[in-house]
Structure formats: C-alpha cells, structure tokens
C-alpha cells in the first residue's frame, strides 16, 4: 500500500478558490495520539503516519513527495458581523481519499502554522485546544452525531503565546470536505457568480449527488443542507451539545459539526448556557442554536440567490420556500429523538408540552442534563420502584411520564429502559474533566485521563465498572464557566 493515496481535489478549481502556503519547520514534532481505526478506515499506513516522516507531516513540517497541501478561502459572518476575508489562517488542506466504500474523505491540519490567510494570527494551535477538539470530536462521532474526525494529535516542540506561553500542537482532522456557508458567501460578496457555480457542482458532487438530477440543482442543494443541518441541529439539541461559535464560516455545508473552539456539553440543565468568553451577549446560547443555524442557512440562501433563476424575485420567493421548511425539520427530528430518549413510541399532541413540562422541571432543579436521561433508563424508574437522587426534583413529572407510557404499546419495562439506554448516553466528555485532562497534558505531560476519556467515550452508551468519575457532574469549585478557542 503506498503511504499517502492523497489527491487533492480541491486544486482542480480556479486559483481564486485556494492558495498554497509554505511550510513552518516544527523544532521537534511529537506524535500525542494517532487514531490508528480512522487510518485503517481511510486506507491511510498507521506505521508510515507514526514513523519519522509521517509525524513531520502531521506536525506540517515536512511533506513527503507528493503532497502539495493548500489553504483555501472563504468569508462569514463571525458573531452577526460580516467579514469578506477569512480563510484557512491556519489550516493546510493535505488532501483527500476514498475509502473502501467509495466516501471521499479531506484530511486537515489544524494549527501548522501562518498561511496567506493568517491576517495577524500566528497560524499556530495550542495543546489545550487540541486535544479538547480530539476528545469532543470523537465523543461526538460515537454519539452518531455526524462531525468532523481527529486522525492524530502532535506537539511541535514550540512553544506559542497566548494569555501564556503554551506547548504547539497540531490537530490533523478528517471532513466529508471543510466547504462552509462562508466559502460561498465568499463568492458571493465578490459578485463571482462563476465562482459560485464551480463551488456549489463541486459540493453537490461531493455531498448531495442527488440534487444534480433534481429540475433545479442548486434549489435542490439548498434544501439538502438545510435538512441535514436541521437534523443536526437536533442531535446536538439531544445530548447537551453547546457548539459555541456558529458563525458563518464555522457550518459545513455537508452537515458535520465542524470547528470545535469553546464547545462544551451542559452538565446541569440551563436553556441559556454559554461557554464561549466573547459570547457575552448569549448569541450562541444552548437555546438559540435551531435560530441560529437557521441565520446561517439564510446566509447561504442569499449567496446562493443568483443561481437560482434569473428572476431575483423568483429565486428570493424559492429559498423562501426553502427556509421555511426548516422548523418543521428540525422539530421533526428533535422530538423523534426526545420521544425515543423518554421511550415513547407513539406521538401524542400533548407531547410538545410534556416535554417542556420536564426541561422546567429540570431548570429548575438544576438538574443533570446527561444523567437526567439516563437515570429515566431504568427499569425500576419505569415501574415507580425506584427514584435517583438525580431525579429527585423532578417527581411531578414523572407521575405524568409513567401515565405517558401506560398508553404505549406494552413493552417490557426491562426492554423499554434497555432501548432508552441506547440513546442516553452515561459517558459525555464533561467540561470540568477535559479542563482536568488537558492541565495533565500541559503541565505534567501526563495523557492517562485523555486516553481514558477517550476510552470511555469511544462507548458512551455502556457503563463501565468503576468509573463513577465520569459520570458525576462537576463539583461547585470545578464548574467551568468559559472555554476559551485558544487561537
Ligand atoms: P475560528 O474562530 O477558529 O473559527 O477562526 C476564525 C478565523 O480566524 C479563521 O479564518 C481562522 O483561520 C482564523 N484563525 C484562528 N486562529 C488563528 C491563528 N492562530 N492564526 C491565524 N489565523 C487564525
Ligand atoms: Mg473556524
């Protein structure tokens, strides 16, 4: 097997999409963690990735032959305000390759260094951040929630100023392909309707090949992002999952979460958590996600206006069209998933109150999102046996839920609590636990709690004996307010 089968697709369209970015020499590249699964997957040589060669190229500094990384462009709106020049400041595209069931598949350096996109930035990530981004991103994908991957982290051997001087990491991760809203607003405010063009029959080659056959392909496109960015919307919605930074630039069109900066899961349920220190005005709260993403995608609708008819009247009444389906999607799914996390089958009207009967409940008790779920996935919780401390506060509503159930078909309490721990989890990466790892890494060069965290999570629906740490909500000293993206 040759190391790298690396194409780099992206270099077949016009110059103006990319540019290449020299390389930084790393002092002393260290492989942290190479994610030997997603190698195979990918048809990637593991042995080759950790040897000498492939972690200088995972450190972005060396390539071997062949490998002619790029950075590409794009714009967005960052916290509502408008910026036409983003980019890749410090990503190096290295290519992309097809697996065994024929998924094409980008492989990403995260932090290698400045690129002819860094404006002022240093182009470099930290250790922190990096392997927040490890752990999350991997937690995610075993969630089913669909995201970005991490292929291996490495140290550089630098050393990078931020509030203080911190370690240099590098993240190389894996997309379906790192084209956001923001590349095609990018186009858009130059008025490059050709642009435009090449970029979104590249998208819809990669992503929704089906639209290329729909009476029009780009209203098509259009209406697939926003169903696959409902449906994600939702699972995020589902497990507690704060992104932090939903601007423009950071929604990939293909429906994976992408960018992991001050993310975080919530630990005591609180429509209005924020994790992200410049979010001071709640933008990107818990709550506001579903608005948000849907702000994104009437972003990309208006990018996308000029391929839709000639008529401008025509192809804003279109997306219009578009637009509006997505509460409905993301409603859909969303209660899907909270009927199958209580255990409900059936679909009842009341159900949308009965659900927020249970999250003020959990307001206002504080109670554990995470573990709230879970401890509902109890057999003798089910039958009225039996109550957790977690559940405590929340007895009212769960006179009302046993009620619910007595009008489902009749499973088993011992099947029904088995099929609702399928879809809640026990094992999240808690905020207070990855601040815990990451100052192990940082400060004594200590990875045991990132390898279990990533152990446990790899399996988040199977409660492992003794590892009670994980599961407990952070003690009052070690709630975490704010996580910061370190760039
Ligand atoms: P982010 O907030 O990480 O999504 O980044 C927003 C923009 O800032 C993107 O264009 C990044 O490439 C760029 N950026 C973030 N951190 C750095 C950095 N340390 N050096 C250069 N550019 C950066
Ligand atoms: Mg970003």
Partial sequence: MAPLPFRQSY????????????LSPAPAPKLIRLNYALAEQLGLDAEWLASPQGVAMLAGSAMPEGVDPLSTAYAGHQFGSFNPHLGDGRALLLGDVQDAQGHVWEVQLKGSGPTPFSRRGDGRAVLGPVLREYVVSEAMHALGIPTTRA????????TVLRETMLPGAVLARVASSHIRVGTFQYFASRQDVAGLRILADFAIARHYPQAAQAPMPYLAFLQQVIAAQAKLIAQWMLVGFIHGVMNTDNMAVSGETIDYGPCAFMDQYDPNAVFSFIDERGRYAFTNQPTIALWNLTRLAEALLPLFSEDEEESVALAGQALEQFGGLFHGAYFAGLRAKLGLKTQQAE???????????MQEHQADFTNTFRSLSDERVITGEYVSDTLNGLQPWLIQWRQRLTQEAEDAPAIRAENMRHVNPCYIPRNHL??????????????????????????????????MRYTQPPQPEERVRYTFCGT
């Fill in 11 to 22: 270099a077949a369209l016009p110059e103006r999409f990319y540019a290449n970015a020299p």
């Fill in 151 to 158: 292929l291996a982290a490495v140290k550089t051997g630098m």
């Fill in 434 to 467: 990855i601040e815990a790892m990451i100052s192990a890494a940082v400060n004594n060069d200590d990875y045991t709690l990132f390898e279990e965290m990533l152990r446990l999570t790899a399996s988040p629906y199977t409660k492992q004996a003794g590892m």
């Fill in 351 to 361: 159900d949308e109150t009965f659900f927020h009967a249970l999250f003020a409940q």
